[in-house]
C-alpha cells in the first residue's frame, strides 16, 4: 500500500506570494492533518480534515487555509507569505480523527520564503 | 497550560546501550503518541498508548497515567537508533489535537 505522499517537496517564494501544498493520504485514510515545524517552535499541529470537513485548527493566522476533496486528497495554502513562514509542512493520515489513531506521516515540503 | 517536557534534550550513548527517554505532561491526556524523526525530515509513528505497555521489537514505551509520565526505552541500542524522537499528546477535553514535545537528539556511537 503506498504511503502518504506530499508535493512539491522542496519551494522557494518570496515574501507576499502565496502557496499551495498538497497531500495524499494512504488509501482508505479520511483523516488528514497538517503540522509545521520550526527550529524555533518544534512541532506545531496547523489543521485536520476528516470526511471534506475541517474538524480542527491550530493557533495559526487565517493566511493559513486548507481543504480536503471527496477523494481525502487534501490541500493547505498559505497567502501572504513572511519570511517566518520558512519550515517542513508535514501531513499524516489515519483512519479515525482527531489522534486516536496511528499517523501515517508524509515526507514533507520544506518551504523557504526569502 | 497544557505542556509537554522531554528529557534529556541530548542524548549521546554507546552501541549495545539501554536507552531511555522521558515524557511527562502537565493535565490529562486521551492519548500519547510516540514519534521518530530522521535527518531528511520523515516522520515515523513507533507507539500510541493510553495505558500500560507495549513493545515492538528492540522499542518499549510505558505510560504511568496517575503520575502523567511516559517513558521510550531502547534496548541494545544500534546507530541506525540515531534520530530525534518525539512525544506528543492529545489532552483530555481539549480540542483533541496533537500538542508535541520538544524532541529528545539521540546518537548512539559504534
Known amino acids: 500500500k503506498a504511503g502518504v505522499t506530499q508535493t512539491p517537496r522542496y519551494l522557494i517564494k518570496t515574501r507576499g506570494q502565496q502557496v499551495t501544498l498538497s497531500c495524499s493520504p494512504i488509501s482508505g485514510h479520511r483523516s488528514v492533518s497538517w503540522y509545521q515545524q520550526t527550529p524555533g517552535q518544534g512541532l506545531q499541529f496547523l489543521f485536520e480534515?476528516?470526511?471534506?470537513?475541517?474538524?480542527n485548527k491550530g493557533n495559526f493566522p487565517g493566511r493559513f487555509s486548507g481543504r480536503q476533496f471527496s477523494n481525502s486528497r487534501s490541500e493547505m495554502n498559505v497567502s501572504t507569505l513572511e519570511l517566518g513562514d520558512s519550515a517542513l509542512y508535514l501531513c499524516?493520515?489515519?483512519?479515525?480523527?482527531?489522534?486516536?489513531?496511528?499517523?501515517?506521516f508524509g515526507p514533507g515540503t520544506r518551504l523557504t520564503v526569502l | 497550560k497544557n505542556e509537554v517536557e522531554q528529557s534529556p534534550q541530548n542524548l549521546t550513548a554507546q552501541e549495545g546501550e539501554f536507552i531511555t527517554i522521558n515524557c511527562s505532561y502537565s493535565v490529562g491526556i486521551s492519548a500519547l503518541h510516540w514519534l521518530q524523526q530522521h535527518p531528511g525530515g520523515g516522520i515515523v509513528s513507533l507507539f500510541m498508548l493510553s495505558s500500560g505497555k507495549k513493545k515492538h521489537g528492540r522499542l518499549i514505551a510505558t505510560i504511568n497515567i496517575q503520575e502523567k509520565h511516559s517513558s521510550l526505552h531502547i534496548t541494545a541500542s544500534h546507530p541506525r537508533d540515531s534520530a530525534v524522537y518525539i512525544c506528543?499528546?492529545?489532552?483530555?477535553?481539549?480540542?483533541?489535537?496533537?500538542?508535541f514535545g520538544s524532541g529528545t537528539q539521540l546518537t548512539v556511537l559504534p
Open positions: 480534515y476528516f470526511s471534506e470537513t475541517q474538524r
Open positions: 499524516a493520515s489515519s483512519w479515525r480523527e482527531r489522534g486516536t489513531d496511528t499517523q501515517y
Open positions: 506528543a499528546v492529545i489532552f483530555s477535553g481539549s480540542a483533541r489535537q496533537l500538542t
